[in-house]
């Protein structure tokens, strides 16, 4: 709560500022918001690989090659 409240406080006054020298914002607010929300999917995306213990280069590879890779391959199930 309390990280949320500096980042507030101080994006209201980065705003203020910015209103103050007659500055635009660097980027329309919708489309930082819409930048912030995908980095908080991401954030939760990385948590989600990482409490079921994916191997994120196996995984890749199926994407790239189109082999499964929780089976092991014929030559390696001996």
Same mark, same amino acid.
């Given at each position: 709560?309390?990280?949320?409240?500096?980042? %507030?406080?101080?994006?209201? $006054?980065?705003?203020?500022?910015?209103?103050?020298?007659? @500055?635009?914002s660097? /980027?329309p607010?919708?489309?930082?918001?819409?930048?912030?929300?995908?980095?908080? %999917?991401?954030?939760?995306? $990385?948590?989600?690989?990482?409490?079921?213990?994916?191997? @994120?280069?196996?995984? /890749?590879?199926?994407?790239?090659?189109?082999?499964?890779?929780?089976?092991?391959?014929?030559?390696?199930?001996?």
């Amino acid at each position: 709560m309390k990280a949320s409240l500096i980042s %507030f406080v101080v994006g209201v $006054g980065v705003g203020a500022i910015y209103g103050l020298v007659r @500055v635009k914002s660097p /980027a329309p607010p919708i489309i930082a918001l819409l930048g912030l929300l995908g980095m908080v %999917f991401g954030e939760q995306l $990385g948590i989600w690989i990482q409490a079921k213990k994916l191997n @994120v280069s196996d995984a /890749a590879s199926v994407c790239l090659v189109g082999e499964r890779y929780d089976r092991l391959p014929p030559s390696k199930a001996k």
